[in-house]
């Protein structure tokens, strides 16, 4: 694939790393701060194109680390990460958004940083402003949104671009339950619609059962993959599954290793 | 019994907008009647002090409000030499201000960009802070004479500071997670700092100009006092008046002075409250 973007320790390469129907791929990736950290060792995780995996963990387990080398914010210390689109979007743990600007003006920023042409940046922005329950509010600053909204917008943000890989970085964390569950099911719609490859980090079990089709348990202190469960519900899902017993089944397995390789 | 007093009271009762309406212009009147009376009471003491305090051969030292206002505020052959004064202090001010604005804004900005800039130049405008202006003005005077172009430059060193360092914090305080966003959208150099940096650092920036647009009057004057030569300022003036002792004028030259001081830090707080007051809560009030 000529677009791969793979990362190693001298930076972009050009080779492909990626096996056929594979979209991101960490292949033995070990990653220490310059403090001393070890965040990362030895971390080999291969997600398919079109596949939707979360990974949960303790605090410290490298998970965010995970995300942003996939985003290229990070350079590994050993190991290469391969990213087989340069589409990539990221969503924070907070909106990030820019204060003095509308919620078109924020949504439309990464498409105008990308480059990409004014008729077409206007029809992407505001399809993915629609798709996110938006399009009535393009015009107010964010400081008078409440905080699903604002996640909403961040969203339309990502989505703007059409990417092939989001990577969302425990995104509805700092949301009351109720605003968390309905931001859970515009992701999941959305999932339904794109299928972009997506990489969700999370503290909640029961969040990452219900989104994902595979869920990347991690331990801490280094951070290593300390099981990989498969999650076979059918799709589209709503919030009622999590009252099947398949949903219950897998969320203790996860639970389980969770406390067992704490 | 208690019915009827409720249904009385109904049929008079005043609609919510009359309501609304009068608790407006009693807030109203209670925030201002303190300052109000303050004023007042300060015009008073000024009386006390004018009649009661100084022997009428002595008066001339404090003469009292309404003689400030008829020998000097109100004739004009007194107030237009002093507003003609104003105006020439005012132009050396703003002249003084936009060179300060433009160097401050400048190098708080590259200070920003590579940090040895940011080593070389901080702890000389923290510096240039302390250095006593005054005791540099007879050096300037040397240097440059004694006339307009020194007055400009006691403006700029007494203005560049707070700009400097408002413009230098603004840059700092740019939310980290959104200098991450423009990471991840591979931002150009100039995209950072156009669609991130100076729109976030404008409050402060606006903060460090208001600052400085209050200095930069205080060294006009100051400059009209020791540069005398050339068209003369209102500072000029005042120091002439304080030697001839007509005690009037130099009051009504201080109040004037005053006036636009006031003017100009208000005119300031509104362009700030204008241009960020939308998103940022500096611009509110203050």
Redesign the interface.
């Known amino acids: 694939m000529a677009t791969t973007r793979v990362l190693d320790t001298t930076g972009d390469v050009g080779a492909g790393d990626l096996t056929p129907g594979e979209q991101v791929s960490f292949q033995q990736v070990s990653m220490t701060y310059d403090t001393g950290t070890v965040a990362l060792q030895d971390v080999s995780l291969p997600v398919r194109a079109g596949e939707f995996v979360a990974i949960v963990g303790p605090s410290g387990c490298g998970k965010s680390t995970l995300l942003r080398l996939a985003?290229?914010?990070e350079r590994p210390t050993s190991g290469t990460v391969a990213v087989g689109s340069p589409s990539v979007g990221?969503i924070?743990q907070?909106p990030?958004l820019?204060?003095?600007a509308s919620v078109r003006r924020n949504a439309a920023?990464?498409t105008?940083?990308?480059g990409m042409e004014p008729a077409r940046r206007k029809e992407r922005v505001a399809a993915s402003l629609a798709a996110v329950g938006l399009d009535g509010f393009a015009d107010q600053?964010p400081?008078s949104l409440s905080g699903g909204m604002r996640m909403r917008v961040s969203l339309a943000r990502a989505m703007a671009l059409e990417p092939d890989v989001l990577l969302l970085d425990e995104p509805f964390g700092a949301l009351d339950e109720l605003t968390r569950q309905e931001m859970q099911m515009q992701l999941l719609s959305l999932y339904d619609r794109e299928r972009f490859t997506a990489l969700f980090v999370t503290h909640s079990v029961d969040e990452a059962v219900l989104l994902a089709d595979r869920v990347v348990v991690m331990s801490a202190r280094p951070g290593r993959i300390a099981a990989v469960v498969d999650v076979d519900l059918a799709r589209p899902r709503s919030l009622e599954l999590r009252f099947e017993p398949d949903y219950v089944d897998c969320v203790r397995t996860i639970a389980e290793h969770l406390r067992r390789d704490r | 019994m208690t019915t009827a007093t409720v249904t009385a009271r109904a049929r008079r009762a005043p609609s919510v907008l009359q309501i609304d309406l009068w608790r407006g212009l009693i807030r109203m009147g209670r925030s201002s009647i303190v300052p109000a009376a303050a004023a007042l009471a300060g015009i008073a003491v000024w009386y006390a002090v004018s009649y009661l305090l100084l022997s009428p051969e002595r008066r001339f030292l404090l003469p009292p409000p309404h003689q400030v206002w008829s020998l000097s505020l109100a004739d004009p052959a007194h107030l237009d030499p002093m507003l003609h004064g104003l105006a020439v202090t005012a132009r050396v001010a703003g002249l003084g201000f936009v060179c300060a604005a433009v160097i401050g804004v400048a190098v708080g900005a590259l200070m920003n960009q590579a940090r040895w800039l940011e080593r070389g130049i901080y702890p000389y405008a923290v510096l240039l802070q302390v250095v006593p202006i005054l005791a540099l003005v007879p050096l300037i005077g040397l240097w440059l004479g004694y006339s307009t172009a020194s007055r400009v430059v006691v403006c700029v060193l007494i203005a560049l500071f707070p700009i400097i360092t408002n413009t230098h914090f603004g840059f700092r305080s740019v939310?980290r997670?959104?200098r991450?966003?423009?990471?991840?959208?591979?931002?150009s150099g100039w995209?950072r700092l156009v669609?991130?940096e100076l729109?976030?650092a404008?409050p402060s920036i606006l903060t460090g100009l208001r600052i400085a647009s209050g200095q930069v009057v205080i060294g006009a004057i100051i400059g009209d006092m020791f540069f005398a030569q050339g068209e003369p300022g209102i500072g000029t003036l005042i120091n002439a008046f304080r030697a001839q002792l007509r005690s009037y004028d130099l009051i009504a030259a201080i109040l004037l002075a005053s006036l636009f001081g006031i003017a100009v830090f208000t005119v300031f707080t509104a362009l700030s409250s204008a241009l960020?007051g939308?998103?940022?809560s500096s611009g509110d009030r203050r």
């Not at chain 2, 991450?180 to 931002?187: I, K, N, V």
């Open positions: 985003a290229g914010l990221f924070f907070e990030n820019l204060p003095w920023l990464l105008e940083l990308a600053l400081k | 939310d997670g959104l991450e966003l423009f990471d991840l959208g591979r931002a995209q669609r991130l729109p976030a404008l960020v939308r998103w940022h």
